[in-house]
């Protein structure tokens, strides 16, 4: 096996792209192994780490060296032999730098998939080549739906134990397509794989020459993700006023953010929310200079022409482009903590950079995410159940729908008493 | 090149930008924490960005073990002179003056445990509901289940195995009177980031981070700076070696490695190199598995 080639001069480093993917399988389906498999092939894994690590497994009892052990940090983890927590892991090829977001395969599974999933641009999906498409299979792939992971790749795992057979593959392939066409995904790719033998991993395989597709690591050093964000529909919601009130910037008044949609330039014509103000863009500020432009993510200063009332929470718009405006708002939700969801209950709800109250009017109805049916006969919403509400806020928020932007669409609800934040919210 | 594309260095620097300008917001009184060490420095870049052309709204502590490298002191000082900020320093020595701490017994007593009594006492002191660390994922395993926004409760304890889930950026900084929050704007970044941030935005860091001469004594497989802090064991000898340091922390405890890097380049090629991590040099983290995880538990950085 040949492993990646790792020297970075920093005019490549800093040319890497970067791409945050979340890993799903239920138990046993390898998950842990791909893991390794990666990080070790692209030398992430350092010997002191491996030391470790064979240290542990070997006063577990295990008998093979458990890479499970490296994502595995908590104590309880290691006692349990089981993964309580999303584990972030990092590694790198010349061309991206990739955030591992691994998620538990068991307990609290919902609550950690979607929590990993909030942030990545790309799904992996681990099928048994044995099992075939399963229950957990199709779970995952609705989270990852839900939450609009744009790409998913499924690697059809464990080929070496089925003779890398091309008949299992297209089995699989169509079992899973049957169930996807009920999904939103507009990018999914399969690919047949050994992550113990390391096939389709990082080298081609010979053991299927039928397969014309990429491998894994290929796929996620090339998947498109620039388009990923939205460059049409300007938002910038206002994180903090910035007035330093030195004698050189003394009337310097200029509101920072985080650009969540569009494109902005100096001299647009703006409108601020709720105030409904119009004016222009003075001029796009960074501690290296003033910029042309700014683009999601991008976190920067904007000054504008006329003084206008503008403060945290607030919303920057085009006035011929602006979001949903209102109290009353439509959500899917995952319930995150072990207190059910009280109907008609007070939570604090956070919203871009906007915090507030909102009242749980209804639960529309809960769905069955193994077999995506609206159960609308038991309305209660506990942990790790995934379900329709409609909430009205306090204040008015400045939103889009979820599936527009994932910035300006997603809220968490907050339990006012313990602070915990117990749901997370896509607007609909 | 697409035309709207941000590198995955320039998304790590927007990221941490972010959550600087959160924690200003959401909290009344954040600090933050600063060793020194070149994660710290990187944080202080990108308060000096988040809220550029105001001054950075919030001091900087430093928990002062007392067995510091003077090249370090004086790194600190200067900068925190150029930024015009507040420098709160707490002291290890005084927490043991006054009872607080108590200094371990035994042939390599260390104070880094010992920080954590005065961390504390610090934060409870200045009423501080916020501190920054600069504690990333890919150091330590305890470390990769960290949350950016990390609460802690009334006695400064973390409880890895009931965090809040963190979605989107939605940051959730709500918490009762007493507890407060580590927040930790570094925490996607790889040692190698840092190192390849630090050169293309071309910051100062101490010198100890370069290779040269200095008296070492090597002691469970790590070199450690030869100080008036260091009793040596029985074999134990005092050599002198062209070294530098890959971590910054108290001198006891942080080991050096051999190295002729005397550029920013050569050592972004030695960690590129490297096959240990860099807490691979630090005894701290050796004295048991979960060691990390136990400090943290009880309110360590």
Redesign the interface.
């Known amino acids: 096996m040949n492993t990646i080639e790792k020297e970075f001069s920093t005019e490549e480093y800093l040319n890497m792209d970067l791409l945050r993917f979340t890993t799903a399988g239920s138990v046993d389906d390898g998950k842990s192994t791909l893991i390794g498999r990666l990080l070790h092939d692209s030398k992430s894994i350092f010997e002191d780490q491996m030391d470790a690590v064979e240290l542990a497994s070997k006063n577990m009892g295990d008998h093979q060296v458990n890479l499970a052990l490296l994502t595995d940090g908590l104590r309880a983890e290691r006692e349990q032999g089981i993964t309580i927590d999303v584990a972030y892991r990092y590694f790198a090829t010349p061309k991206r730098k990739f955030i591992i977001a691994d998620t538990p395969g068991h307990i609290q599974y919902t609550r950690n998939m979607v929590t990993g999933a909030s942030t990545a641009n790309l799904a992996i999906i681990l099928v048994d080549a044995r099992h075939g498409v399963v229950e957990q299979t199709c779970r995952h792939a609705f989270i990852a739906s839900l939450l609009q992971i744009k790409h998913l790749v499924i690697c059809i795992n464990k080929m070496d134990l089925v003779d890398f057979s091309e008949e299992v593959f297209t089995k699989i392939k169509g079992q899973f397509d049957d169930f996807s066409s009920k999904l939103e995904i507009q990018d999914i790719q399969y690919i047949p794989i050994s992550a113990l033998k390391g096939d389709n991993v990082v080298d081609k395989s010979e053991n299927t020459p039928w397969f014309d597709g990429s491998t894994l690591l290929y796929t996620l050093e090339n998947v498109h993700i620039a388009s990923d964000y939205n460059f049409v529909d300007c938002r910038f919601p206002v994180q903090r006023v910035i007035r330093p009130q030195s004698e050189k910037y003394h009337d310097f008044r200029g509101y920072a953010g985080k650009i969540e949609g569009g494109v902005f330039k100096p001299g647009d014509e703006v409108l601020a929310l709720p105030s409904g103000f119009t004016t222009k863009i003075k001029s796009i500020e960074t501690m290296n200079g003033p910029i042309g432009e700014a683009f999601p993510p991008e976190n920067i200063v904007m000054t504008l022409e006329d003084e206008i009332d503008i403060s945290r929470g607030d919303m920057i718009a085009k006035p011929n482009n602006q979001p949903k405006s209102g109290q009353d708002i439509e959500l899917m939700i995952c319930w995150l903590n072990e207190k059910k969801i009280i109907p008609g209950g007070k939570y604090g709800i956070r919203h871009t950079t906007k915090d507030a109250r909102c009242i749980v009017k209804d639960i529309r109805y809960k769905v069955d995410i193994n077999t995506l049916h609206k159960i609308e006969d038991d309305l209660s919403l506990g942990l790790n159940e995934i379900g329709r509400i409609h909430v009205r806020t306090t204040q008015p928020f400045f939103y889009d729908s979820y599936k527009k932007n994932r910035g300006t669409g997603s809220v968490i609800l907050v339990d006012e008493n313990t602070n915990e934040t117990v749901g997370a919210g896509m607007i609909i | ?2 035309k ?6 320039s ?2 620097e ?2 941490a ?2 959550i600087m ?2 924690v ?2 959401q909290f009344e009184k954040p600090v933050l924490l600063f060793s020194g060490g070149k994660d710290s420095i990187v944080m202080v870049r990108l308060a ?8 950075i709204p919030f001091p900087l502590m430093h928990i002062d073990t007392g067995h510091n490298f003077e090249e370090t002191i004086e790194f600190r000082d200067n900068l925190v002179k150029e930024l015009g900020v507040e420098l709160i320093v707490a002291s290890v020595q005084e927490s043991i003056d006054e009872g607080k701490a108590v200094e371990e017994k035994g042939a390599n007593p260390s104070r880094n445990k010992l920080q954590i009594v005065t961390l504390l006492d610090g934060i409870e002191k200045h009423k501080f509901d916020a501190a920054f660390g600069g504690g990333r ?2 150091e ?6 960290e949350r950016f926004f990390s609460h802690r409760d009334e006695f400064g304890q973390w409880d ?2 009931n ?8 940051f ?1 900084g ?3 009177m007493g507890e407060h929050f580590r927040v930790f704007p570094l ?2 970044w ?1 040692e ?2 840092v190192w ?1 941030y630090i ?2 935005e071309n910051i100062p860091i101490p010198h100890i981070y370069y290779t040269h001469e200095r008296e070492v004594v090597k002691r469970d497989g790590v070199y450690l700076a030869n100080s008036p802090f260091i009793s040596l064991l029985e074999g134990e000898k005092i050599e002198k070696k062209q070294i530098r340091f890959r971590t910054i922390g108290d001198m006891t405890c942080t080991g050096a490695v051999v190295s002729d890097a005397s550029k920013i ?1 050569d050592i ?1 090629m030695e960690v ?1 190199a ?4 860099e807490r ?1 040099t630090r005894t701290d983290d050796k004295r048991s ?2 060691a990390m ?2 400090r943290k538990k009880e309110g360590y950085f």
């Open positions: 090149m697409q709207y594309h941000l590198s995955h260095l998304q790590l927007n990221e930008v972010f300008r959160e200003a917001s000096q960005k988040a809220f550029w052309p105001a001054k994922r890919d330590e395993k305890a470390r990769a289940k890895p195995k965090q809040r889930p963190e979605l989107w950026n939605l959730n709500k918490k009762h925490s996607n790889t190698m980031d390849q050169a293309a380049e972004i590129s490297a096959r240990e991590t691979g598995e979960a995880e136990d």
